[in-house]
Structures are given as structure tokens and as C-alpha cells.
């Protein structure tokens, strides 16, 4: 095949296209709607990209290592759910609250690894068998659909969400910390050398003599775990468990994960990149928003800037 | 016996000359100036080592490869293109050695597949195929096979027979090349491909056949072209058995010089007092069975085998890729599970004969492939140390004279004789002491070569127990102290180095006094 040559100074460009675009985003919603630039709205848009960051970082895990994870939004439910439980019908303290929304989650990724590394399922299709089982059990669990609400909230966990650490909104500290503990395990770590040497060339692993399957399974639990803050966060912020509330993160975490991993020079999913696909998205939600431009065009942009990054990584990787 | 059908005509075979071919590879003279000339109606053998050429012409047969000069003369007539089209329309078939055939399929469905009768409304005319292909199996192949069974419920001999028939159920074909197809049956079995090959010729088609095994060659051909190095060496009239070890002699061609280095003086005796690595009856169930050696501390040890001779299995079973269903295997008298990653621990380790896909990760650093089994050395409490890494890795680098020097490249970048070192690397980061070595020099040019042979008689001479797998008969001999022959799964027999030459080694491997152990 012959492809068509780009000028040398194309490349750099390319690559850091992403970023002039969210610049220029940034600099579009500011003259067009001065309200973007109050520091109250660019708070407002971190704290609401919290919990979309914290399920997006799962994802950046699990696609790292190969696999993809349709059933997070179980996950953040499951640990929502966990967390109301404890707190309501056991009186718990908010952190034995979070520690049961941890577990709670943690099992939605353990049925997910039973499925994958067990029984030879690939991911796609294992997690959505857990997403239609965990869906249906909360619809059981909840008779029908509807939210159980608990508005005696301990304060503790109220916190969680209403709080705030030095005037910084508690939902982004959590994320923040999370954002951290991520980059950490998939940069830093041996375990996360691994995981992206397993999502790059798993034969090539299993020669190396890495435990593939332990590994895949440690992944999509610590994932479905990390995948309970943001339940908890939901949870505290609404004070009530909304049944498969989680759903509606599933994509964007996806979306934001692959715009992440098209700024990276050889196109991996990594922490960094989702960071900015997350706020590329968030800045777009609340940009619209401002404009008073009609909601629904949100998923069009959304859908047009992840096909734009992609169509940029292709030709950048043509560009050499 | 009456022939009315149009199915089972063939039309007559075609004279083939092909002259001057030269093939060029990045880096590599594939062909050089290879002759190869079949006669009609003649069974036409073509041997040659591993990396002779004898892929490419077979490539260039198909269309798949354009030469880059030579002339073919089909029947007399130059030929000017050379593209797949243009091969098919002059009736050269090639029968592939892998079967690709559908498993759910029928034989009629996969006799057709591609080329379906259709009825005149533009349907299938499925009787009518099915009718066809049962003939032109019945009468030209001998195999008498019902149109409607599925292929998975087919012995392996009839699903070579089916994969001819397709080839050749147009009636069209006027030369056939058959590569390597005995590969994968049975001893049994080949009487029965032998038999559809010889009716072939009956029916005056034109036959090319390429294989390893020179029992089969004396056997069935009428004449044999030799290639070496890219070039046709000899062309031998009426070969018989008695005449495999001249066509030995020109497959290699050469003597064994100072590629290899020379060994420690070891006695017999010296390796069997210190058994560090035993293998008991070990077997899969199917493509070897019933293996036993048992190996000392800085040896080295060969594994000799045609391709479908079950010595990639062994390799794989040995190192708990594709676990061994019998027998069992011990390190230093003590029984050990074959699993990748506990071999690693155990200092067990596996240079794969696909480094590219399972030898390293291509898109990470040489430094990270060189650390991946060892990580927890250039570590911190799980926390990568960047310098430490960087450190060790250079310092095998350099060891082992891996270039570019620079260990941040990533290993796809890499030839592949740079790309065999990293995997050596690794291995020596992890501090192993049995190398299983698949395939070393595939793709490696001749001074990486030197370079890894080198490395390994090192490795043995430091008290390693290496392992080496090859399908090049005079590496196992330069390199080995001892080499264990596999001949359609079975170990037939372990020899010294020193009491064989590459000839006889060959003769064994391709079991060339025809004695095919029954499976």
C-alpha cells in the first residue's frame, strides 16, 4: 500500500493536537460564554468530571492489560449499594461504609476474573454477562428500578461528597488521589510493567514467565474497586442508591480512555492521556452547557472529538 | 473402466523451464540464479536445507512473489508476467502444506469452494458438485469419499486428498507442486498419497515435489533438482535409495568451519554421573510420545527433527506451554510442574522460535525486555528503579554486544540477531541454568550467528545445561555434545556428536533408509 507522505513537521503537531484543540476549546467557551472562566465554574467542572475520572482510570487499567470492562457500572453500583447497606441498615461508620462499597465492587471483579482468567471468556463478552446479571439483580433488589433513598446520612460519609479539604471540593481530592495511585501502578510499578507487557504481547508474557492469568484477574478486581469511590461519591451526593446509575459512566470512561491513549507516541492506553480525555470531555459538557446550546448535542461532540483523535493518531502513525 | 465425466479429465502436463530466477530479500539473495527445469508428465523432487530457496520458487510458482529477473518457458513459450493470475491460467496448482480447509464443511462444499457449479437460474447445483467431487476423488485420487461428510470427520491423508482435489477440480491443471505434503500424516498414511500422486502422473500432469524427507523423494520421484544457498547445485537422473547420501552431500555442500567453537573436552560418563535435568516418557498424545533423555550441567544437548516430527511440541511441552498429557519430568531427581512461569523461577527458560511474537514484547524498551523476568532485582518494594534498570540492562547490552547501544530502542526496531541477544539477556538477568534454546539462528545473520554460538558453548562451559532445538542439521552438530533424533514423535535415538557427521544426521532426521516408524 501506498500511503501518501506528510511533511516532516507534521508529526509533532499531530501529536500534540489533542492538546492545541482543548486549548482552543478552552479559549472558544471563554469569549463566548464569560461565566466558563469563573473559578466557581471551572471548580464545578473537576468535581463533576470526579467520578467519570475515577471509572475512566479503571478502564485505562484494564484496557492496558488487553481487555475491555462493560460492567464497571455494576461495579459503581455494587458499590454504592454496599455502602447505603452499611450505613443504613448496620449503622456503620462512614469508613467501614467505604470499606463495604470496596468489597462490594471488588466482588462484581472477581466474578469478572472467575469468567475471564477461570473460564477462558474473552472480556467483551464475559463483562457483559456481569453487566446484565448485576443489572438485573439490582432492579431485584430495588423491586423495579427505583432509588432507595436515605436521607439521615451520617455526616461522615455526607462528606464525602459535600465536603471540602482547604476549600478543594472532596470529590476531587478523592479522584486526585486516585488519579495518583494509578499513574503510580501503571508507570511506576513492576505490576504495571507487566500488565502492559500482558496487553501488548500476552504470548510473549507467558514466556517471560509472568503469571498472566494472576495478573489479569488482580486487574479487573482492583479495578471494580477503584470503581466504588465513584459509587461512593454518587451515593453521598444524592444521599440515595440509584439502581444502575453506574450505566451511564461506561462510555465515556471508554471514549476518554482511547482520546487518552491517542496522545501517546505509540498509541497506549495511560494515566496522563485519560486525565486529559476526561477533561476534554468535561469541558465540552459544561462549555455547552453555558452556551445554552441544547444538551444532546454533548454525545455528538463527544462522539466527534474521540473519531477525531483517533483519525489523528492514524495519521500520525502514518506520518511516522 | 469408463471415465465419461468431465470431472475427472485433466489436461496434458506442462514443460516448465525456469532460468537465472533471482529473488532478493532486504538483506538476504533468496534465489540466485536458480534453474529449475520439469519435464511433462514427470514427478519432479525438489530438495535443499532450511533457507535454500526452495520456499521462494515455490512462491514465485504461485504468483505470490514477482521475480526480480529470470525467465520461465512454459512449453517452450516465454513467459512474461508472473502474478498469481498468470501462474493459475498456465495450470500451475500448488498444494500448500498447511490444509485450510473449513472443519464444518462437507468435502463437495470444500472441493467447490471458490469455484461453485451453479445451476442456470444461478443457484447451487449441490448434486451436481457433490456428484463431481465424489468422482474426481473416486477415480483420479483413489478415495473413495461420500460428497456429504463433514471435514472434521476425516483422517488427515483424506483431508490432503480433498485439499488436491480442490485444486485440481477444474480440470486446468497441468502442473502441480506439492509442498511438503506428507508433513503432517502418519506413516500409514503417505501409501495413500502416493498412490493419488502417482495417478496424477499416470494421467500425464506434471508434478513438482518438495520435501525433507529423502525416503520419500528416492521413493516416488523421477528426477531430483538439489538447491543450496539460492541456487540449483545438481540435478540427479532416476534417484534410488542408494543415491540419498550423494544428495546429502549436495544439500550442505560445505564443510563445517569455525562457526562453531569448540567444545570442553567432556567424557560420556562426565554426563550421565550428574544428571541435572531428566525427562521420563514424556508425551502428548499427539504429536510425540514416550520421550526420555537425561541431561548434565554444561552440556549441551540437540534436538533434531523434521518439521512434523514433534519437536516443537516437545519444546513447548517441556517448558508447560501446552502441558504434557504423560510422563514427567525432574530437576536434579526431583519431579517439576511444567508451567511457564515456575520454570522461569526454577531458572528453567525458553529462547522461542517466534521471538517477534513470543520472545519479546516489540513495543517496549530493550531495557524492559531485557528486566521483564526479573523485575523485582532492579526494584524497590515493587517500585521500578529507572537507573538500576537502565544499569543492568547496559551492562548486557554491551556483554553481549547488542546494538544499537542504546537500550531505550524499542526491541521491534532491532534485527533479528540483536533481537535473539535481548532474549539471551533477559534470560542471563534472570540468572537461569537450563536454557531451552527453539530455533537460536532462525533469521539471525551469519555473524550474529557466530556470536550467539559462541555465547551458548559459554553458557555450557559455566555449568549451564542448554537445550537446543533446530531443524539445521550442521548447526546441532557444531554446537552439541550430544543430539537426540525425532522422527514422527518418537525419539529413535540419541547420538554423540563426535560420532556423526552432518550426512548421517540428515539421513536419520529424514529417515532416509525409509524405515518410518509405525505410530
Same mark, same amino acid.
Given at each position: 500500500?501506498?500511503? !501518501?507522505?506528510?511533511?516532516?513537521?507534521?508529526?509533532?503537531?499531530?501529536?500534540?493536537?489533542?492538546?492545541?484543540?482543548?486549548?482552543?476549546?478552552?479559549?472558544?467557551?471563554?469569549?463566548?460564554?464569560?461565566?466558563?472562566? /469563573?473559578?466557581?465554574?471551572?471548580?464545578?467542572?473537576?468535581?463533576?468530571?470526579?467520578?467519570?475520572?475515577?471509572?475512566?482510570?479503571?478502564?485505562?487499567?484494564?484496557?492496558?492489560?488487553?481487555?475491555?470492562?462493560?460492567?464497571? %457500572?455494576?461495579?459503581?453500583?455494587?458499590?454504592?449499594?454496599?455502602?447505603?447497606?452499611?450505613?443504613?441498615?448496620?449503622?456503620?461508620?462512614?469508613?467501614?461504609?467505604?470499606?463495604?462499597?470496596?468489597?462490594? #465492587?471488588?466482588?462484581?471483579?472477581?466474578?469478572?476474573?472467575?469468567?475471564?482468567?477461570?473460564?477462558?471468556?474473552?472480556?467483551?463478552? +464475559?463483562?457483559?454477562?456481569?453487566?446484565?446479571?448485576?443489572?438485573?439483580?439490582?432492579?431485584?433488589?430495588?423491586?423495579?428500578?427505583?432509588?432507595?433513598?436515605?436521607?439521615?446520612?451520617?455526616?461522615?460519609?455526607?462528606?464525602?461528597?459535600?465536603?471540602?479539604?482547604?476549600?478543594?471540593?472532596?470529590?476531587?481530592?478523592?479522584?486526585?488521589?486516585?488519579?495518583?495511585?494509578?499513574?503510580?501502578?501503571?508507570? &511506576?510499578?513492576? !505490576?504495571?510493567?507487566?500488565?502492559? +507487557?500482558?496487553?501488548?504481547?500476552?504470548?510473549?508474557?507467558?514466556?517471560?514467565?509472568?503469571?498472566?492469568? &494472576? =495478573?489479569?484477574?488482580?486487574?479487573?478486581?482492583?479495578?471494580?474497586?477503584?470503581?466504588?469511590?465513584?459509587?461512593?461519591?454518587?451515593?453521598?451526593?444524592?444521599?440515595?442508591?440509584?439502581?444502575?446509575?453506574?450505566?451511564?459512566?461506561?462510555?465515556?470512561?471508554?471514549?476518554?480512555?482511547?482520546?487518552?491513549?491517542?496522545?501517546?507516541?505509540?498509541?497506549?492506553?495511560?494515566?496522563?492521556?485519560?486525565?486529559?480525555?476526561?477533561?476534554?470531555?468535561?469541558?465540552?459538557?459544561?462549555?455547552?452547557?453555558?452556551?445554552?446550546?441544547?444538551?444532546?448535542?454533548?454525545?455528538?461532540?463527544?462522539?466527534?472529538?474521540?473519531?477525531?483523535?483517533?483519525?489523528?493518531?492514524?495519521?500520525?502513525?502514518?506520518?511516522? | 473402466?469408463?471415465? *465419461?465425466?468431465?470431472?475427472?479429465?485433466?489436461?496434458?502436463?506442462?514443460?516448465?523451464?525456469?532460468?537465472?530466477?533471482?529473488?532478493?530479500? *532486504?538483506?538476504?539473495? /533468496?534465489?540466485?540464479?536458480?534453474?529449475?527445469?520439469?519435464?511433462?508428465?514427470?514427478?519432479? %523432487?525438489?530438495?535443499?536445507?532450511?533457507?535454500?530457496?526452495?520456499?521462494?520458487?515455490?512462491?514465485?510458482?504461485?504468483?505470490?512473489? +514477482?521475480?526480480?529477473?529470470? $525467465?520461465?518457458?512454459?512449453?517452450?513459450?516465454?513467459?512474461a508476467g508472473g502474478a498469481a493470475a498468470d501462474m =493459475? /491460467?498456465?495450470?500451475?496448482?500448488i498444494i500448500h502444506q498447511e490444509l485450510n480447509l @473449513?472443519?464444518?464443511?462437507?468435502?463437495?462444499?470444500?472441493?467447490?469452494? %471458490?469455484?461453485?457449479?451453479?445451476?442456470?437460474?444461478?443457484?447451487?447445483?449441490?448434486?451436481?458438485?457433490?456428484?463431481?467431487?465424489?468422482?474426481?476423488?473416486?477415480?483420479?485420487?483413489?478415495?473413495?469419499?461420500?460428497?456429504?461428510?463433514?471435514?472434521?470427520?476425516?483422517?488427515?491423508?483424506?483431508?490432503?486428498?480433498?485439499?488436491?482435489?480442490?485444486?485440481?477440480?477444474?480440470?486446468?491443471? &497441468?502442473?502441480?507442486?506439492?509442498?511438503?505434503?506428507?508433513?503432517?500424516?502418519?506413516?500409514?498414511?503417505?501409501?495413500?498419497?502416493?498412490?493419488?500422486?502417482?495417478?496424477?502422473?499416470?494421467?500425464?500432469?506434471?508434478?513438482?515435489?518438495?520435501?525433507?524427507?529423502?525416503?520419500?523423494?528416492?521413493?516416488?520421484?523421477?528426477?531430483?533438482?538439489?538447491?543450496?544457498?539460492?541456487?540449483?547445485?545438481?540435478?540427479?537422473?532416476? *534417484?534410488?535409495?542408494?543415491?540419498?547420501?550423494?544428495?546429502?552431500?549436495?544439500?550442505?555442500?560445505?564443510?563445517?568451519?569455525?562457526?562453531?567453537?569448540? #567444545? /570442553? @573436552?567432556?567424557?560420556?560418563?562426565?554426563?550421565?554421573?550428574?544428571?541435572? !535435568?531428566?525427562?521420563?516418557?514424556?508425551?502428548?498424545?499427539?504429536?510425540?510420545?514416550?520421550?526420555?533423555?537425561?541431561?548434565?550441567?554444561?552440556?549441551?544437548?540437540?534436538?533434531?527433527?523434521?518439521?512434523?516430527?514433534?519437536? $516443537?511440541?516437545?519444546?513447548?511441552?517441556?517448558?508447560?506451554?501446552?502441558?504434557?498429557?504423560?510422563?514427567?519430568?525432574?530437576?536434579?531427581?526431583?519431579?517439576?510442574?511444567?508451567?511457564?512461569?515456575?520454570?522461569?523461577?526454577?531458572?528453567?527458560?525458553?529462547?522461542?522460535?517466534?521471538?517477534?511474537?513470543?520472545?519479546?514484547?516489540?513495543?517496549?524498551?530493550?531495557?524492559?525486555?531485557?528486566?521483564?523476568?526479573?523485575?523485582?532485582?532492579?526494584?524497590?518494594?515493587?517500585?521500578?528503579?529507572?537507573?538500576?534498570?537502565?544499569?543492568?540492562?547496559?551492562?548486557?547490552?554491551?556483554?553481549?554486544?547488542?546494538? *544499537?547501544?542504546?537500550?531505550?530502542?524499542?526491541?521491534?526496531?532491532?534485527?533479528?540477531?540483536?533481537?535473539?541477544?535481548?532474549?539471551?539477556?533477559?534470560?542471563?538477568?534472570?540468572? #537461569?541454568?537450563?536454557?531451552?534454546?527453539?530455533?537460536?539462528?532462525?533469521?539471525?545473520?551469519?555473524?550474529?550467528?557466530?556470536?550467539?554460538?559462541?555465547?551458548?558453548?559459554?553458557?555450557?562451559?559455566?555449568?549451564?545445561?542448554?537445550?537446543?532445538?533446530?531443524?539445521?542439521?550442521?548447526?546441532?552438530?557444531?554446537?552439541?555434545?550430544?543430539?537426540?533424533?525425532? @522422527?514422527?514423535?518418537?525419539?529413535?535415538?540419541?547420538v554423540r556428536c563426535g560420532e556423526i557427521s552432518v550426512?548421517?544426521?540428515?539421513?536419520?532426521?529424514? $529417515?532416509?533408509?525409509?524405515?518410518?516408524?509405525?505410530?
Amino acid at each position: 500500500m501506498t500511503a !501518501f507522505a506528510l511533511p516532516r513537521f507534521v508529526a509533532p503537531l499531530l501529536r500534540h493536537s489533542l492538546i492545541l484543540i482543548l486549548i482552543a476549546l478552552l479559549v472558544f467557551f471563554s469569549i463566548q460564554a464569560p461565566a466558563f472562566t /469563573a473559578p466557581t465554574n471551572l471548580l464545578t467542572i473537576l468535581e463533576s468530571s470526579a467520578v467519570l475520572l475515577i471509572v475512566a482510570l479503571a478502564m485505562t487499567l484494564i484496557i492496558a492489560s488487553g481487555g475491555i470492562d462493560l460492567s464497571v %457500572g455494576v461495579a459503581i453500583d455494587f458499590g454504592a449499594v454496599f455502602a447505603l447497606i452499611a450505613l443504613k441498615d448496620f449503622g456503620a461508620p462512614w469508613y467501614v461504609a467505604i470499606f463495604a462499597a470496596l468489597a462490594g #465492587a471488588a466482588l462484581v471483579g472477581a466474578f469478572n476474573a472467575l469468567l475471564i482468567v477461570g473460564l477462558g471468556i474473552r472480556p467483551f463478552l +464475559a463483562t457483559l454477562g456481569t453487566f446484565f446479571i448485576g443489572s438485573s439483580i439490582q432492579r431485584i433488589y430495588t423491586d423495579g428500578g427505583g432509588p432507595i433513598a436515605f436521607r439521615r446520612m451520617e455526616q461522615g460519609f455526607r462528606d464525602l461528597a459535600a465536603g471540602n479539604i482547604a476549600g478543594i471540593p472532596m470529590e476531587i481530592v478523592i479522584a486526585a488521589v486516585v488519579l495518583v495511585g494509578y499513574y503510580l501502578l501503571l508507570e &511506576r510499578t513492576n !505490576f504495571g510493567q507487566r500488565v502492559h +507487557a500482558i496487553g501488548l504481547q500476552p504470548r510473549a508474557a507467558r514466556v517471560a514467565g509472568i503469571r498472566v492469568g &494472576r =495478573h489479569v484477574a488482580v486487574v479487573f478486581i482492583l479495578a471494580a474497586a477503584s470503581c466504588a469511590l465513584g459509587g461512593v461519591i454518587l451515593a453521598a451526593t444524592l444521599r440515595q442508591f440509584t439502581p444502575l446509575a453506574g450505566q451511564s459512566y461506561l462510555l465515556d470512561a471508554i471514549a476518554a480512555t482511547f482520546i487518552g491513549a491517542s496522545i501517546h507516541p505509540r498509541l497506549r492506553p495511560n494515566v496522563p492521556g485519560t486525565l486529559l480525555g476526561v477533561l476534554f470531555l468535561g469541558v465540552v459538557a459544561n462549555g455547552l452547557n453555558l452556551l445554552g446550546l441544547d444538551f444532546n448535542l454533548k454525545s455528538a461532540l463527544s462522539g466527534l472529538i474521540l473519531v477525531g483523535a483517533l483519525a489523528l493518531a492514524g495519521l500520525r502513525g502514518r506520518a511516522g | 473402466m469408463p471415465l *465419461p465425466l468431465a470431472a475427472a479429465s485433466l489436461a496434458p502436463g506442462l514443460t516448465l523451464a525456469m532460468t537465472g530466477i533471482v529473488k532478493t530479500f *532486504p538483506g538476504v539473495r /533468496a534465489l540466485d540464479a536458480a534453474d529449475l527445469d520439469i519435464r511433462a508428465g514427470e514427478i519432479h %523432487g525438489l530438495v535443499g536445507e532450511n533457507g535454500a530457496g526452495k520456499s521462494t520458487i515455490i512462491k514465485i510458482l504461485g504468483g505470490v512473489y +514477482a521475480r526480480d529477473a529470470g $525467465d520461465i518457458l512454459a512449453n517452450g513459450e516465454v513467459l512474461a508476467g508472473g502474478a498469481a493470475a498468470d501462474m =493459475h /491460467a498456465i495450470g500451475i496448482r500448488i498444494i500448500h502444506q498447511e490444509l485450510n480447509l @473449513v472443519d464444518h464443511f462437507t468435502v463437495a462444499e470444500s472441493v467447490f469452494l %471458490g469455484q461453485e457449479r451453479t445451476d442456470r437460474f444461478g443457484g447451487l447445483a449441490k448434486r451436481r458438485m457433490r456428484r463431481e467431487a465424489e468422482a474426481f476423488l473416486r477415480d483420479v485420487l483413489e478415495c473413495p469419499l461420500d460428497g456429504q461428510t463433514l471435514i472434521r470427520d476425516l483422517g488427515i491423508a483424506e483431508r490432503k486428498l480433498v485439499q488436491i482435489a480442490a485444486a485440481l477440480i477444474d480440470g486446468k491443471a &497441468r502442473l502441480v507442486v506439492f509442498d511438503e505434503p506428507t508433513a503432517p500424516l502418519a506413516a500409514a498414511e503417505t501409501g495413500r498419497l502416493f498412490n493419488a500422486i502417482r495417478n496424477l502422473k499416470a494421467r500425464g500432469v506434471s508434478i513438482l515435489y518438495v520435501s525433507h524427507y529423502l525416503g520419500e523423494i528416492v521413493d516416488i520421484c523421477d528426477r531430483v533438482t538439489v538447491f543450496r544457498n539460492g541456487r540449483h547445485v545438481a540435478v540427479l537422473d532416476a *534417484p534410488n535409495p542408494t543415491r540419498t547420501d550423494e544428495i546429502i552431500t549436495w544439500m550442505i555442500g560445505r564443510q563445517l568451519d569455525d562457526l562453531y567453537p569448540a #567444545a /570442553a @573436552v567432556r567424557t560420556a560418563d562426565g554426563i550421565e554421573a550428574e544428571p541435572s !535435568f531428566a525427562v521420563e516418557r514424556l508425551g502428548d498424545g499427539r504429536s510425540f510420545a514416550d520421550v526420555s533423555f537425561s541431561l548434565a550441567k554444561g552440556e549441551i544437548f540437540g534436538i533434531a527433527g523434521l518439521i512434523g516430527s514433534g519437536r $516443537d511440541e516437545l519444546v513447548d511441552g517441556l517448558y508447560g506451554l501446552r502441558p504434557p498429557a504423560t510422563g514427567r519430568v525432574t530437576r536434579a531427581g526431583r519431579p517439576i510442574r511444567l508451567d511457564p512461569a515456575l520454570a522461569v523461577q526454577s531458572g528453567l527458560v525458553l529462547v522461542p522460535r517466534d521471538r517477534r511474537r513470543d520472545g519479546l514484547v516489540l513495543d517496549l524498551a530493550v531495557t524492559d525486555n531485557i528486566n521483564l523476568a526479573s523485575l523485582d532485582e532492579v526494584s524497590t518494594a515493587g517500585f521500578r528503579r529507572e537507573r538500576r534498570a537502565n544499569a543492568r540492562a547496559t551492562r548486557l547490552a554491551d556483554l553481549l554486544d547488542i546494538r *544499537p547501544r542504546s537500550v531505550g530502542t524499542r526491541a521491534g526496531l532491532l534485527s533479528g540477531g540483536n533481537q535473539q541477544k535481548v532474549v539471551l539477556g533477559r534470560w542471563l538477568a534472570a540468572e #537461569a541454568e537450563i536454557f531451552l534454546l527453539d530455533e537460536p539462528t532462525i533469521g539471525v545473520d551469519i555473524g550474529a550467528r557466530a556470536e550467539i554460538y559462541r555465547l551458548v558453548r559459554e553458557l555450557a562451559d559455566g555449568g549451564a545445561t542448554v537445550i537446543v532445538s533446530s531443524g539445521d542439521a550442521a548447526e546441532l552438530i557444531g554446537l552439541c555434545d550430544r543430539i537426540a533424533v525425532l @522422527v514422527r514423535g518418537k525419539l529413535v535415538e540419541i547420538v554423540r556428536c563426535g560420532e556423526i557427521s552432518v550426512d548421517g544426521l540428515i539421513a536419520r532426521t529424514t $529417515d532416509a533408509a525409509g524405515q518410518r516408524v509405525a505410530s
